[in-house]
Each structure stands twice: as C-alpha cells, then as structure tokens.
C-alpha cells in the first residue's frame, strides 16, 4: 500500500504523499449530525451561544482523542483512489468556474449536485474569515468511498504560493467531525502559508530531488517543514523549538523506516511512549499535524489547566493576542452555525 507519512530528511513526500497533501484527516465515528446552513450574522455573540456551542462539539471531541488513526493508516485504509468531482476557482467568498473531469456512472449524480458544493464551500467560508484565507484559490470536491479520507489541503500544482481545499462529499454530512476537520486544515494554512513559511521553489519544483532538498534544509537556520525554511518568528518555528527539538532524532529514524509494518509499529511505540505530548496519536505524524491539532483544540476547549506537554501545547497559542482574537472570531462564526439546532434560552 502506498506509504501515508512525512520525510523528515529526505525529500518531502508529505502525507497522502504521492498527492503532495497535508492534513489529510481520516474520517471517523461520532455522533451524526446534519450540515446546516449559516442564517444570517449576528452582530454579537451572546453569553449563552458559546457554551451550547461547546458542548454540541466536545461531544465528538472526546472521541477524537480516542482515535487509533496510526492503527488506521497501518490497515490500508486511505488508500483508496480519490476521484475528483469538482475543481473550482476561489474568488474571495465565492467559487466559480468549476472543471469536470469524467467520472463513473454512480459518482455522476454527486459530480452535478452543484448545491452540496456551494453548501460545504459556505460552510467553511463562514467559519473561517476571508483575511486568514486569502492564500486559498482552489476548491475541490472529491470522495474516495465512504469514512476513508475527509479533507486536505496542499499547494497548487502551479504556484506554491496558493493552496487547495478538497472535500470528500461522501463524508461531509457529519456538521461536529466537519467542523473539528476544517479547522484542522485551516492550521495548515495558518502556520505552512507563505506568509509563515516562505515556499521553496527548488522543493516545489523538484519533490523528489534529495540533493536539492537536503541543500535546502542545510542552508535553513529555522525549522524546515517541508514546504520551505520556516520564518524564524513563525507559529510553526516556535511551536518546534519548544517541543520538537528534543524528539526529533528518535522520530526523524522512524520516518526513515523503510517497511510499512515496523514503521507503523515504531510510531505506534514512540505515541505511547511520549503520549503525555500528544493530543491524538495523529499528531505523531509530523509536526505540522501537531501543531494543527493543537490549534483545533485551542479552537473548539476551553483553556487546559494542567501542566502536560500537550496541553501546553494548547496554551502556546493563547501567547499571541491575534489568534485569540480570531478564536473568538471563530467560536462566533461556530455559534451561528449551531445555536439553530437547540431551542433558545429565551424566545
């Protein structure tokens, strides 16, 4: 099966590699809950939407750190093909111009259902305010079967300054996972943007050429990432300097691990025996995915009190005062989109 991990010193294949993809989040169990449709914005957010809010999400957000994904990756799954749908221009809040490309004859209905399209791109278009997504020119609806992979996000074939959102139609309709993914992949274009890790062409343009890759990360005083030599003021270059440092080593041979078994069995083994710095055991696969749980934590919980790496993981984020102004942005956004479902308080 094809190898779903990062190279930490080699040239980058990133996860789901052979796409050239981060933050592919597999799907996964929780309470069913439909998509609903944003009503119109609030100006305020009132004091009992948030902690509806909170409780709606952290349903499912238990289990998410329950999840044996390692175990998921080591049985296959993922591996299925995805077929794309839709390819869409992304124009501030709007997607246009949508390319087809052929597809089988039970995937046609879902390739012309331009409204479920529209309804996952408002989706996250409501959630996440336009200035944070900027970067983001290039909407894909896609699915390869049912609870495989939910979403990702990666560079454009053609400019590694623009990124790309897809979405598996088949399993969007889960409003808690969604919403947990969504954020998920909006970290990555938070903390690998050119605007915190300016992108490497040789490393854009040559994936595979390990001496170009290696000439990179030699000449990069900061954290490399994969996608170039991280600012030395960027989230994902403190982020690593605090917690990634001292593990690197020990996971940088993991990843070098040649066979699928014992390497999914040695990242199993370095989960448990550094579990108290993870929040999930998918945040071992590479630091970029650490930190991107981290983030979707910080999002959707409440401030951790405890004194664990991985819950100071979660407090990191509280040192910049944007990122908390744009947490409450978001748990704003989070309360239009589910405060409908529940009766009010008060009429």
């Known amino acids: 099966m094809p190898r779903i991990r990062i190279i930490l010193s080699i040239p980058i294949l990133t996860l789901a590699c052979l796409a050239g993809k981060t933050g592919v989040r597999p799907d996964s169990t929780g309470k069913e809950m439909p998509l609903p449709a944003f009503p119109p914005a609030r100006p305020t957010v009132d004091d009992e939407c948030l902690p509806i809010t909170s409780k709606i999400l952290e349903e499912n957000i238990s289990a998410l750190r329950a999840e044996d994904i390692v175990g998921w990756l080591s049985e296959g799954y993922g591996d299925d093909p995805a077929i794309y749908l839709a390819t869409y221009q992304v124009t501030g809040n709007e997607i246009r111009a949508p390319r087809f ?3 089988p004859l039970n995937l046609q209905d879902e390739q012309a259902d331009g409204e479920a399209h529209r309804r996952i791109w408002e989706y996250f278009s409501n ?8 970067i983001l020119t290039e909407f894909m609806v896609m699915t390869d079967g049912r609870d495989n992979i939910l979403a990702s996000v990666a560079q454009t074939r053609e400019n590694p300054r623009r990124w790309s959102l897809e979405v598996d139609i088949q399993d969007s309709q889960n409003a ?4 947990f993914t969504l954020i998920h992949e909006f970290a990555h274009l938070l903390t690998l943007g050119p605007a915190q890790v300016p992108p490497s062409e040789a490393v854009f343009h040559h994936p595979l050429d390990g001496e170009a890759y290696r000439s990179e990360v030699s000449a990069c005083p900061n954290y490399f990432p994969g996608e170039g030599c991280a600012k030395s003021g960027s ?7 605090q917690w990634g440092v001292n593990i690197y080593d ?13 390497y999914y069995e040695k990242l199993d083994r370095f989960y448990r025996r ?38 100071q993981k979660i407090l990191f984020f509280y040192e910049f005062p944007e990122l908390t102004n744009l947490r409450l942005t978001i748990r704003s956004n989070l309360c239009r989109l589910f405060s409908p479902l529940h009766e009010p308080a008060h009429p």
Do not use: C, K, M
């Open 101 to 103: 490309e052929p597809v």
């Open 127 to 134: 959630l996440i305010p336009l200035n944070h997504r900027v």
């Open 176 to 179: 808690s996972l969604l919403t």
């Open 235 to 241: 989230y994902i270059n403190h982020f690593y300097r």
């Open 250 to 262: 020990e996971w940088n041979v993991i990843h070098l691990e040649p066979e699928d078994e014992r």
């Open 274 to 311: 550094h579990r108290d710095q993870f929040l999930t055991d998918y945040s071992v696969v590479h630091p970029a995915e650490d930190i991107a749980e981290a983030f979707t934590f910080f999002i959707l919980e409440t401030a951790p009190s405890g004194d664990a790496i991985s819950e």
